[in-house]
């Protein structure tokens, strides 16, 4: 193996560079590389990333997002802001919206929690999450009046 860094764009972040843990395989197409423990990689890119303090990128929002398997719906619930609002940090485009301080600090305390396979947080999230996908199926709350005063239906 060469001492040349790897530059891996399969991540979709722009500067993820590997000294090692690839290898590379000519095959009748072209190089190949072949990435060892690619979800281990993963984990240590987003690692990084949480423990950075510069603010994160859009790439690196959806890098965080993807790697805990949200879509930016659910995302956007757990940070109390609108799906369009998720949308535009993770966007490309130059006049976006940065994610703000306190957004940006719980989703990496989000993130940290999610790795930690024994994690309250993290169950909670799934509980959320399968409360979020519960209330997509309803198909209507039913309200009663009893004595002139409405209440949820049982």
Not at 88 to 96: F, M, T
């Amino acid at each position: 193996m060469s001492d040349e860094l790897f530059h891996y764009k399969g991540c979709g972040l722009p500067k993820v560079c590997l000294r090692n843990g690839y290898t590379v395989k000519e095959t009748k197409y072209g190089e190949a590389v072949s990435i060892h423990n690619l979800e281990g990689l993963h984990r240590a890119i987003g690692l990084g990333l949480v423990n950075n303090n510069r603010t994160l990128t859009s790439d690196e929002v959806r890098f965080l997002r993807k790697g805990m398997d949200l879509p930016q719906a659910q995302l956007a619930t757990l940070l109390d802001v609108s799906e369009s609002t998720v949308r535009n940090w993770e966007s490309d485009d130059e006049s976006r919206a940065d994610i703000p301080g306190p957004a940006d600090r719980v989703l990496r305390k989000i993130y940290l929690e999610y790795i930690n396979e024994n994690s309250s947080l993290r169950e909670i999230l799934e509980r959320l999450a399968q409360l979020n996908r519960d209330r997509h199926e309803l198909e209507c709350l039913e309200f009663a009046e009893t004595d002139g005063e409405w209440l949820a239906a049982a």
